[in-house]
Structures are given as structure tokens and as C-alpha cells.
């Protein structure tokens, strides 16, 4: 099993650029998630999705729109790139199953974007 | 804003002393899972505590709850260097989503 894999690994887009990140995840899990992390910091949750077809704001939506239209995918879209969007992206995946998890999140390697 | 709020920031110790690091969270939680991230990679899952549970062993961690207080500590013994990361204590209260802290990061000197 790959667990979960994002796709690019890195880009460098131009304010007002558009860009698509893949995020992919072959464990059968219901949730997926998007963070971003910024230096020195935590995780912010951007969307997250409880499975096919559905999607939720995190704590910082603004700026980026998700789909998941295939259970094992999960697509995080910047529309006008800014430079405030300059951070290292967080795809993870969760079991939906608590009686049979423990709850835990597995994340992909993350995705280094520069918005210049 | 981040509800978990670990302490201290940033850790230095030598290769098999003991590193603690706390986590404190304003409000309840339904459990809080710890997470070590090295650098430039994604977060590993490394253990998770319950609200009901004031402690939990996994190998060389220990972890302790205390909801009256609203904190969490991490205990690594015997450090190594390849413990040396990023720790990110993160909580989970109603629905399905995590909150994390700003993380410590721990350096292990050989």
C-alpha cells in the first residue's frame, strides 16, 4: 500500500496563477483532510471531507475550494494564487470507523507551494 | 487559532536523557493524539489518550492527561537521535476533526 500521496511535490506559481493539488489515498478511508503549515508552526485545517461527495470548511477556507469525487481522491484548487498561500500542504486520511480506530490521521509528504 | 499550545517551543538535550514536553488546551476534548514530524516529511501518528485515560505507555513514550488542568505531556525516555522532530500534540473534541499545537522540537545530540 502507497498510504497517502500528493501530487506535485513542489511549485512555484505567479500571484493570480491557478493550481490543482492531488491528494490520494488507497486505504479505503471515508475522511480526508487538507492542512496548511506554515514555518514554525502547526497544522491548520483548510477543508476536510467525510466521504463521496461531501466536503466542510476547516479554520482557514478562504482562498481554496476542494471536491472529492472519488472516495480515494481528494482535490484541494487555489483560483488566484496569493502570496499569503506560501506553505507546505498536508493531505492525511482517516479510517470513519471509531469503533474499529483509534482515531488516528495518516498524512501524505506534503506539497511545498511559493506563490511569488 | 491553535487550541493546543505545546511547551517548550524547542528542547535540546544529549543522547539518553529523557525529553517532556506539555501540551495545554482550552477546552474539552473527547481524546488527544500526539504526533512527531521530522523535517521536511509528513506527521506519523504516535499515540492517543482518551478523555478517560490518564495515561498511556507506547515503548518509550509515556503520556499523561490531566482534563481538570486541560494539559497532556509527552515523555520520551532514553532519547536517541533519530528522535530528533518536530512533536505536535493535537486534540479531538466533537465531530472529526483534529486541532493542533505549534509543536515542539526536540533536538537529540549524540
Known amino acids: 500500500n502507497a498510504g497517502v500521496t500528493q501530487t506535485p511535490k513542489f511549485r512555484v506559481l505567479k500571484t493570480g496563477q491557478s493550481m490543482t493539488l492531488l491528494c490520494a489515498q488507497d486505504m479505503n478511508h471515508e475522511y480526508m483532510y487538507w492542512y496548511r503549515q506554515d514555518p514554525g508552526m502547526g497544522l491548520r485545517l483548510i477543508h476536510y471531507?467525510?466521504?463521496?461527495?461531501?466536503?466542510a470548511k476547516g479554520e482557514v477556507p478562504d482562498g481554496y475550494n476542494v471536491s472529492r469525487l472519488k472516495k480515494q481522491n481528494f482535490l484541494l484548487g487555489l483560483e488566484s494564487a496569493a502570496p499569503s498561500q506560501t506553505s507546505v500542504y498536508f493531505c492525511?486520511?482517516?479510517?470513519?470507523?471509531?469503533?474499529?480506530?483509534?482515531?488516528?490521521?495518516?498524512f501524505g509528504p506534503g506539497t511545498r507551494l511559493t506563490v511569488l | 487559532s491553535q487550541q493546543g499550545e505545546e511547551d517548550p517551543q524547542a528542547l535540546s538535550i544529549q543522547e539518553g536523557e529523557n525529553a517532556t514536553m506539555n501540551c495545554s488546551y482550552k477546552t474539552s476534548i473527547n481524546n488527544l493524539q500526539w504526533y512527531r514530524q521530522n523535517s521536511g516529511r509528513g506527521l506519523v501518528h504516535l499515540i492517543l489518550i482518551r478523555s478517560n485515560e490518564r495515561e498511556k505507555h507506547s515503548g518509550r513514550l509515556r503520556v499523561t492527561l490531566d482534563t481538570s488542568k486541560k494539559s497532556s505531556s509527552l515523555l520520551i525516555t532514553a532519547s536517541r537521535a533519530a528522535d530528533t522532530a518536530s512533536y505536535f500534540c493535537a486534540r479531538t473534541a466533537a465531530g472529526n476533526k483534529l486541532t493542533f499545537g505549534g509543536g515542539t522540537r526536540v533536538l537529540v545530540k549524540p
Open positions: 471531507s467525510v466521504g463521496e461527495g461531501t466536503t
Open positions: 492525511a486520511s482517516r479510517n470513519g470507523d471509531t469503533r474499529r480506530t483509534s482515531g488516528e490521521q495518516f
